[in-house]
T-cell receptor, first 113, second 117 residues
C-alpha cells in the first residue's frame, strides 16, 4: 500500500528535550512538507522540501529543524527553543510543488509538559 | 489580512440533503490553485477536490463540487446527498502561483460539519 506513515501517533516529552517526529513516504514524491495544527485552527507550514538535500523554511520554522537525506524520509526535530511545542503535527508529500494535491500522513500529537 | 476565510465555524445538515461550505480567498496572483480537504476526528487530512484559477469549468468529484466564482474570489464546496460519514472538519486551502513557486498551501481555519440522521 502506498502512503505516508508518521510515528508515533502520540508522543509525550518533558520541557527542554528535543524530540524527532518521523515521516516516511513510499509514493515516490519529490516534495515533502511539515505542518502544525493547533486546536480550532488551520494548518501552518513549518518546513518543506522540494528535493533531496534541500529544504526551505515555512511560516513558523523557528524552533524546528529538518533533514532530507533520502527521498522517502523527512524527519522533523522539535527543539527546546520552540516555545509552545504542544500541537498536532502533520506531514505531507506531493509529486512536485506545482498544482498538485498534497497527501497527508495520519499525524503525530505531541504533548510537552 | 487572512488569505483564506471560512466564515462558518460550524454547520449542521440533515442526512441526504446538500450543504454548501463557504470559502473566500485573497490573492493578487493570476495563477493559483484552490483545494478542499476533509479532516475526520482521527486527524488525517483527506484531499477532496481541486480548482485551478484558469479552469473554466467548476471542478466535480463524485458528491463534491466546487462553486468557483473568480470575480468574487470565492470557492465554495458543495456536498450533495450528505452522509453521516461526512461529519468532519473541512478546510479550504490555496496555493499561489504555479510552476516554480514554493508550492506550499495556505489553509483557512476550517468549518465543522455535522450531519444529522
Amino acid at each position: 500500500d502506498g502512503g505516508i506513515t508518521q510515528s508515533p501517533k502520540y508522543l509525550f516529552r518533558k520541557e527542554g528535550q528535543n524530540v524527532t517526529l518521523s515521516c516516511e513516504q513510499n509514493l515516490n514524491h519529490d516534495a515533502m512538507y511539515w505542518y502544525r495544527q493547533d486546536p480550532g485552527q488551520g494548518l501552518r507550514l513549518i518546513y518543506y522540501s522540494q528535493i533531496v538535500n534541500d529544504f526551505q523554511k515555512g511560516d513558523i520554522a523557528e524552533g524546528y529543524s529538518v533533514s532530507r537525506e533520502k527521498k522517502e524520509s523527512f524527519p522533523l526535530t522539535v527543539t527546546s527553543a520552540q516555545k509552545n511545542p504542544t500541537a498536532f503535527y502533520l506531514c505531507a508529500s506531493s509529486i512536485g510543488t506545482g498544482a498538485y494535491e498534497q497527501y497527508f500522513g495520519p499525524g503525530t500529537r505531541l504533548t510537552v509538559t | 489580512a487572512q488569505k483564506i476565510t471560512q466564515t462558518q465555524p460550524g454547520m449542521f445538515v440533515q442526512e441526504k440533503e446538500a450543504v454548501t461550505l463557504d470559502c473566500t480567498y485573497d490573492t493578487s496572483d493570476q495563477s493559483y490553485g484552490l483545494f478542499w480537504y476533509k479532516q475526520p476526528s482521527s486527524g488525517e487530512m483527506i484531499f477532496l477536490i481541486y480548482q485551478g484559477s484558469y479552469d473554466e469549468q467548476n471542478a466535480t468529484e463524485g458528491r463534491y463540487s466546487l462553486n468557483f466564482q473568480k470575480a468574487r474570489k470565492s470557492a465554495n464546496l458543495v456536498i450533495s446527498a450528505s452522509q453521516l460519514g461526512d461529519s468532519a472538519m473541512y478546510f479550504c486551502a490555496m496555493r499561489e502561483g504555479v510552476g516554480g513557486s514554493q508550492g506550499n498551501l495556505i489553509f483557512g481555519k476550517g468549518t465543522k460539519l455535522s450531519v444529522k440522521p
